[in-house]
Structures are given as structure tokens and as C-alpha cells.
């Protein structure tokens, strides 16, 4: 849900249900990274429950633009993380294969 100005688009707060501190602090250290932010922050209303707020104020494009932008550069991020460690397992199941080979 987003809730924000209609004549401002350049601010907005967005909350996000089911989710906690992980996908908040990730989702707000990427918006950070983008110069298009002049502020990004989150909060949970209650411990209990269940949902975060995510701030967004911009310099001037759309917020909610600017958040789209971010997740899609934090799910580049998640995949490259993923691809790396794939490929180091392998290559370690490979050199240990070699190994064994070796050996006997």
C-alpha cells in the first residue's frame, strides 16, 4: 500500500505486510545508494505486527518509480550473490572430486 500526496509524488510512504527488518533494511540500504534519494528510513509500527514502512522523499521523481528501481537493483544483487555462491560450491565439489580421484 502506498500512501502519499497525489499533487507530490516525490514522497511517499509505502507499507509492506508480512514483512520485517530483512527486506527493510536491504530494500533501505539500496534506495539509499541511489543519487535520485534525499531520504529513505522504515519503521515498524508494532512489534507484533506483522508489516514495515518504508519513507521515500526523492529529488523529484516519482517515489514510487524510484522503489521499483531499487528492488529490481536489489534482486540483481540477491542473484549475482546466489550465482557466486553456486559457482563456489561446484568449483569445490569439483576440486574435491579431483582430489579423490587422486588419491586413489
Not at 81 to 97: C, L
Request: aromatic share 6%; proline share 3%; hydrophobic share 30%.
Amino acid at each position: 500500500m502506498e500512501l502519499g500526496s497525489y499533487s507530490d509524488q516525490s514522497k511517499s510512504t509505502f507499507s509492506l505486510a508480512d514483512e520485517d527488518h530483512t527486506i527493510a533494511n536491504a530494500v533501505r540500504f539500496t534506495l539509499n545508494q541511489d543519487p535520485r534519494v534525499t531520504f529513505c528510513g522504515y519503521s515498524i509500527p508494532h512489534p507484533s505486527d506483522n508489516r514495515v514502512n518504508i519513507r521515500v522523499q526523492t529529488t523529484g521523481d516519482s517515489a514510487r518509480e524510484v522503489l521499483k528501481d531499487a528492488c529490481q537493483d536489489l534482486m540483481q544483487m540477491c542473484q549475482h550473490v546466489r550465482s557466486t555462491f553456486d559457482k563456489s560450491v561446484n568449483d569445490y565439489k569439483m576440486s574435491k572430486t579431483v582430489k579423490d580421484m587422486d588419491i586413489k
